[in-house]
């Protein structure tokens, strides 16, 4: 671990998978020093990669004053789930702040904008102009081109290319190693395939995938997609 012993605490919402990547982000850096999570499916004091599960999610205001705590990161995959989270923390804390976090390994433009807690993860690459929202994980190696817009909650999963001028909407997914050509416009909560080859646009509400990439059904808001085959 990097992380310095006189650097701020930061608090960790959730504990499962991409808890661990947003972590080694946070250690690597050296930013900020881990006190532990906040997760409702583990028992408070079980250790998590080094660090205490201290309560659950209902927990954060008893945590962050016994702590001092006054930033925390979000770790939760799933993109509707995170903004539900954020939302229900926010409004029992709301002088708490959320930090973008940035692997020292990731590139961003320096024209680039980064909203509040979205996380910027190992190898991955934001370009010119582009903006990313709050709360949008760009994870490893992922890449999106000059001109970009992640709205907020937004996602795309390793090994995801996006050309120039992409749009992608509120809440949608974009599956691991998908490639998004020039000028493309993904809608809300829509979800993209592991492996899609992306070359029109995308409503929202719909799971689309497959090379060229179709739409295949239509998707509720806060239908759970990890763990689905979305080839």
Not at 37 to 46: E, F, I, K, S
Not at 117 to 125: E, K, P, Q, R, W
């Amino acid at each position: 671990m990097r992380e310095r012993s006189d650097a701020p605490g930061i608090l960790i919402i959730g504990s499962s998978g991409h808890s661990s990547v947003l972590v080694d982000a946070i250690e690597v850096a050296g930013t900020h020093r881990v006190v532990g999570y906040l997760d409702n499916t583990v028992a408070r004091g079980t250790l998590r990669r080094g660090y205490p599960i201290l309560g659950g999610f209902d927990d954060a205001v008893r945590v962050c004053a016994e702590q001092s705590i006054q930033e925390a990161a979000i770790a939760i995959g799933d993109n509707w789930w995170r903004r539900k989270i954020y939302c229900d923390v926010a409004q029992s804390c709301p002088e708490l702040r959320f930090p973008a976090i940035k692997h020292p390994s990731a590139v961003v433009a320096a024209s680039a904008e980064v909203g509040n807690g979205s996380a910027v993860l190992a190898g991955s690459h934001i370009g010119p102009g582009s903006r990313v929202g709050d709360f949008c994980i760009l994870n490893t190696g992922s890449s999106i081109d000059h001109d970009c817009v992640l709205h907020d909650f937004a996602s795309i999963a390793p090994g995801v290319f996006a050309g120039g001028l992409v749009e992608i909407g509120e809440c949608s997914a974009i599956g691991v190693g998908a490639c998004i050509s020039d000028r493309i416009s993904i809608g809300c909560h829509a979800v993209v395939g592991t492996g899609a080859v992306v070359v029109r646009d995308v409503p929202g509400f719909v799971v689309a995938y497959g090379n060229p990439a179709t739409v295949k059904r239509l998707r509720p808001e806060g239908e759970k997609y990890f763990g689905y085959d979305l080839r």
